[in-house]
């Protein structure tokens, strides 16, 4: 199973409301990330997770808090957002620092993508 | 890790013609990678050129690497309508779990 996948696909939202989306990813990697992509530009970073542990926060509003329950799982869970937060949410996996073994070779296995819009 | 910059920045050919894309970057990298990405989708690894490689290929794919010039070219053979996507190059210095940067890529249109 090479499959990272993301859900909901899409996902409307007020300013006031309150939702999450989620990644799931049965492949074993224990980095995991969440990238904001804006039409027609590059994705940007946002998070990193290593090993269940947020390892790196790029300066991201708390509006977005992240959340790795598990080694296959991340949320993001959206408050209070505002309408330049619309953009395609990109999860993906990688291998990660294996201890003792070979290093891996920062390969990004991507989901589909949660296309989010905030009214 | 560091962002790669693409060039062009957007390319238009007829199907059956050879696209090719570049990227250069700034400091040394253990291995530079190539993604595709179709409009509103997530991004597809493509191919991976490590460090000690000058050429690889993979089907229509042929990447190169040059680390004295830092740079890297893509070369799509016989390009399908298919191939229409943004292509990124990703460069890669080992560290931790260095988290991939993405230039602005480069847009390939490919028509039929």
């Known amino acids: 199973d090479t499959e990272v996948t993301q859900t909901p696909k899409h996902l409307v939202m007020g300013m006031t409301n309150k939702k999450s989306l989620k990644c799931e990813q049965h492949?074993?990697?224990?980095?995991m990330y969440w990238y904001k992509q804006k039409a027609k530009k590059p994705p940007e970073l946002m998070f990193v997770?290593?090993?269940?542990?947020?390892?790196i926060n790029e300066s991201v509003p708390s509006r977005f808090s992240p959340e790795c329950p598990n080694s296959s799982l991340l949320n993001l869970h959206l408050h209070a957002l505002q309408p330049e937060d619309s953009a395609l949410y990109l999860c993906a996996s990688s291998q990660g620092v294996m201890v003792g073994g070979p290093r891996p070779t920062g390969e990004l296995f991507f989901g589909e993508g949660s296309r989010l819009t905030v009214l | 890790s560091q962002q790669g910059e693409e060039d062009p920045q957007a390319l238009s050919i007829q199907e059956g013609e050879n696209a090719t894309m570049n990227c250069s970057y700034k400091t040394s990298i253990n291995n530079l990678q190539w993604y595709r990405q179709n409009s509103g989708r997530g991004l597809v690894h493509l191919i991976l050129i490590r460090s000690n490689e000058r050429e690889k290929h993979s089907g229509r794919l042929r990447v190169t690497l040059d680390t004295s010039k830092k740079s890297s070219s893509l070369l799509i053979t016989a390009s399908r309508a298919a191939d229409t996507a943004s292509y990124f190059c990703?460069?890669?210095?080992?560290?931790?779990?260095?988290?991939?940067?993405f230039g602005k890529g480069t847009r390939l249109s490919v028509i039929a």
């Open positions: 997770y290593s090993y269940e542990k947020l390892s």
């Open positions: 492949m074993g990697h224990r980095a």
């Open positions: 990703a460069p890669l210095t080992f560290s931790g779990n260095t988290p991939l940067v």
